[in-house]
């Protein structure tokens, strides 16, 4: 008989930290990690590198379905993405690329293109699962769900100082509109909107720091699961 591996779920809204606390989580468990919105990404990029326009539903899909890509962790957690022999982990994290990417996850052919393949990430010891419906869709039986809120200004305000640590180009009053419009789509979408499991444990993180949520879900994933800490 097979034995289920165990996941950790985090879903919530741009900019909340999840990406920071997934991190976090999958070095201290010692885990692999699923950045279920690198997927999207990557297939908004690839559409727009084959010229397809961003409601081209059967297009989008089939650049779904065939996407060549590797995710390799570092060190500190953070992975690298190889898409089609090249290495795109920083051309993908701009906003103009997080915008398309919420274009075209829009789009219920696109999601279910993509559906198998995150759920392939689950394998021994366990699996950190970084999103929006990975708590509601497609880990519903995930052993622990967490839900992360904060904001919409202190999000802008996050995105902003991790966009420009990474020496990236950030306007806070664009940030600002392009959070509120993310989170209308990505809230509002037909299929797979931005929610939390009815079993999540929900956390609105606004005043907190990276520290505090870091504790709150080590705190969580210690009494519901037989988890090992690495120092
Ligand atoms: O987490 P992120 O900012 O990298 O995600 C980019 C977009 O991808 C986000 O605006 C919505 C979409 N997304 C999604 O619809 N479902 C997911 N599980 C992850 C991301």
Redesign the pocket.
Known sequence: MSVRSPVITV?GP??VG??TLCQWLATRLGWPLL???????LTALAALRRNLILDDEPGIAQVAAGLSVTFTPGDDGALQIVLDGEDVSTA?RCEKM??A??Q???LPAV?AALLQR?RDFRQPPGLIA?????GTV?FPDAELKLFLTADAGERAQRRYKQLIEKGMNANLNDLVKEIAE?DA??AQ?AV?P?KAAADAEVLDTTRLSIADVCQWALTLAQQRLAVRVIP
């Open positions: 879903d741009s900019g999840k990406g950045d279920s919105g690198a997927l999207y990404r993908i997080g915008n990417a919420s075209v996850a829009a999601r995150q970084d999103g929006r419906d990975m497609v993310r789509r990505d979408r797979a931005l």
